[in-house]
């Protein structure tokens, strides 16, 4: 069920609205089924409906009439609240609107259980779905009700009314959603012609802008020159930067002025002081050095992007808020960059996410500083024409949605588990079409047979919970073609897997030869150690647990192992 609640002047105005049969054409048989004392005249089943509907306005409005000439009535003393149900709830009777009707009142302060000043109210239901509550805000004693944060307790009962009634329950929010285009918003575009409304399109150029900018003098700088946008930048007499607000160009009222939005209105994290926070102290990536290998920043973006479901996992929710919010920043500049055909599931799986990057807990970006500078520094290269880093990266996005659902579920985020769940269906969609071309051309260099026979011992042993779904997916042919080529560029395939899968589990997988591959394959990218460097990591400590905690291969494995081969030929170029 969900409440509307609003405030108005004139109590006859309303009256006259909620038993209208002539131009609302769903109101099928207006009536009262209850009001404050049971006993309110009912304009609907009277035969003289105009007099009976001024006598009910009447009645409602006494105390307002008693207390307006002490000078003490509220401007707006008018209180109406309406109530639907879902579509899928049953129809309820009479009666059991009525119990509803009187458990709102009560929890909202209009008339509060057991207070016999409590105000005057009715409960008008005009169609199957829904009622309408219209009280005054005076009471008996001439006070003015105190009905504080009335949406809040109207939505709280709401949700245990929906239990009690076997109702279907609907996903609440925490108010830190961006605020939806208001109806007359929505008509106005459908007028122009226009697929968004410009609060909408404001919204998704100011998070796109935000997610590249690098300081807030930048996304200043940026915004100012984005073609069919206004900008207004307001100061504070010292000279600093108060905030701001954007119009779109040709979007005026009445009298032809812009329509301005300030960045709190647009989202609650996209007002100056919270994008100053959010962009301050970025890490800046190491400069590049003559003389050494540069490292592929989409590399380091998918290596970062894929520690956030550990971040996420250590119980610092003011740090895992963080890395929410510069994954949702990836997510809103990634379009920017993805080919054409990539570009509407991407948009819908940024657009959708945008809800599960805020809550209640506050967000200390300094924790997400150098994660925040490897996505800039991805957004600022484009993607190989390839696609497989593209690939790479939506395959970690995968599991840091997935990872982030179930961090929101765990602390009862309702509205952000089902945005993260829509975000993991675009993306999905949006990976297997990026990943499907370069799978398959690392698939054509599946190396012969006894070498994948020795790669299949090597996969048992780095990862024997998941060996059989790793040979059946696929991708395994790809995965055995990028061992072959890492072998060929001087790493130990046995090496990589084990740090590929010591990176991240692969329980939330569906494919994980396709993980398993798009790890590799970044992490041989890294230059392969030398001899000395693997002698002394073979007889380091940690390497040694590690071999040892590492299951041996079965008896019959070992015995048809094939002879042993002539060391590996020297590091070659790799094929991209």
Not at 8 to 22: H, N, P, S, V, W
Not at 543 to 563: G, I, L, M, T, V
Request: overall charge positive; glycine content about 4%; aromatic content about 4%.
């Amino acid at each position: 069920m969900i409440a509307k609640i609003s405030n108005g002047k004139e109590t006859a105005g309303l009256i006259r609205y909620l038993f209208d049969t002539k131009k609302a054409k769903d109101h099928t048989d207006p009536h009262l089924i209850t009001s404050w004392d049971g006993f309110a005249p009912d304009p609907g089943r009277s035969e003289d409906a105009d007099a009976t509907r001024r006598l009910l306005v009447a009645d409602l409005d006494l105390h307002v009439k008693q207390a307006r000439r002490l000078g003490r009535a509220p401007e707006k003393h008018v209180w109406h609240c309406s109530i639907r149900a879902a579509e899928t709830d049953r129809h309820l009777s009479d009666d059991e609107w009525a119990d509803i009707a009187r458990r709102i009142v009560a929890a909202t302060g209009i008339a509060p259980d057991g207070d016999p000043d409590g105000c005057r109210w009715v409960a008008v239901r005009h169609a199957p779905d829904h009622i309408h509550i219209a009280a005054t805000k005076v009471r008996a004693d001439l006070r003015t009700a105190r009905h504080w944060n009335d949406y809040l307790t109207a939505d709280r009962e709401l949700a245990a009314i929906e239990k009690e009634y076997g109702l279907f329950q609907v996903v609440r929010g925490d108010r830190t959603a961006a605020k939806r285009p208001t109806r007359a918003e929505q008509e106005k575009a459908r007028r122009q012609g226009r697929k968004t409304t410009s609060r909408e399109q404001l919204r998704t150029t100011v998070r796109q802008l935000v997610s590249i900018a690098t300081s807030p003098e930048e996304f200043l700088h940026l915004l100012d020159g984005v073609d069919g946008v206004r900008v207004d930048v307001q100061h504070f007499p010292s000279g600093d930067i108060r905030g701001y607000k954007v119009a779109v160009e040709g979007d005026t009222n009445a009298a032809g002025e812009p329509i301005w939005y300030s960045g709190s209105k647009l989202a609650p994290d996209l007002s100056f002081p919270k994008i100053q926070e959010r962009l301050a102290n970025i890490k800046p990536q190491r400069a590049y050095q003559p003389g050494r290998r540069r490292p592929n920043p989409w590399h380091q973006a998918s290596a970062a992007t894929e520690r956030i479901p550990h971040h996420l996992a250590q119980g610092d929710d003011e740090a895992a808020q963080a890395h929410l919010a510069v994954f949702g920043e990836a997510l809103d500049a990634l379009p920017l960059l993805a080919p054409q055909h990539l570009r509407p599931q991407l948009r819908e799986a940024a657009s959708a996410f945008e809800r599960a990057t805020r809550s209640r807990i506050r967000a200390e970006h300094h924790h997400a500083r150098a994660l925040r500078g490897a996505v800039r520094a991805m957004l600022r290269e484009p993607a190989p024409k390839d696609g497989a880093a593209l690939a790479m990266f939506l395959d970690a996005a995968i599991l840091v949605v997935i990872a982030a659902a179930r961090w929101h579920q765990l602390r009862h985020h309702d509205q952000q588990v089902s945005a993260a769940q829509q975000t993991l269906l675009h993306l999905q969609a949006a990976y297997e079409q990026a990943a499907a071309a370069p799978l398959a051309a690392l698939a054509q260099h599946r190396p012969p047979q006894q070498a994948v026979d020795r790669h299949i011992r090597e996969i048992r042993r780095a990862v024997p919970d998941h060996v059989e779904q790793v040979i059946e997916d696929p991708a395994f042919d790809a995965l055995t073609a990028a061992l072959a080529e890492a072998e060929a560029a001087g790493h130990d395939p046995e090496q990589l897997l084990q740090q590929a899968a010591d990176q991240r589990a692969l329980d939330d997988a569906r494919r994980p030869a396709r993980v398993l591959t798009w790890r590799v394959e970044r992490l041989s990218a890294r230059p392969a150690p030398s001899a000395q460097a693997r002698a002394a990591q073979a007889h380091s400590p940690a390497w040694a647990d590690s071999a040892a905690q590492r299951p041996n291969p079965p008896a019959h494995e070992a015995a048809a192992a094939p002879a042993p081969q002539p060391p590996p030929p020297p590091p070659q170029a790799r094929r991209r």
